[in-house]
């Protein structure tokens, strides 16, 4: 396979992908619009190493769009600090 193969399979999941943030934003409450706005979002995970997401995610949503330094580690990183953090994590649970 080749790069534009790869880019032709993906374009449905990464359109889809792209469908939700703007759905999610859209939903998002001003104060919290306003935060995101000024400093963008953090590409975490596998799907933020698929080549040019984020300049996608910018142009299409007019936000900054960065990845996280180290994207395969920051999701499973950021779920042990707040396992660790009791309190914390009791205040920003969904019952």
Request: charged share 25%; with cysteine; proline share 4%.
């Amino acid at each position: 396979m080749n790069d534009s193969e790869i880019r032709e399979a993906l374009s449905e999941c990464v359109s889809t992908i792209v469908s939700a943030i703007r759905v999610a934003l859209e939903r998002t409450p001003p104060e919290l619009s306003a935060d995101i706005s000024d400093r963008g979002t953090v590409l975490a995970g596998g799907g933020a190493l698929l080549k040019n997401l984020d300049k996608r995610i910018r142009e299409e949503t007019g936000l900054p769009v960065c990845i996280a330094d180290d994207p395969l580690c920051s999701v499973v990183l950021g779920t042990g600090k707040i396992l660790s953090n009791f309190k914390l994590l009791r205040k920003i649970s969904v019952e």
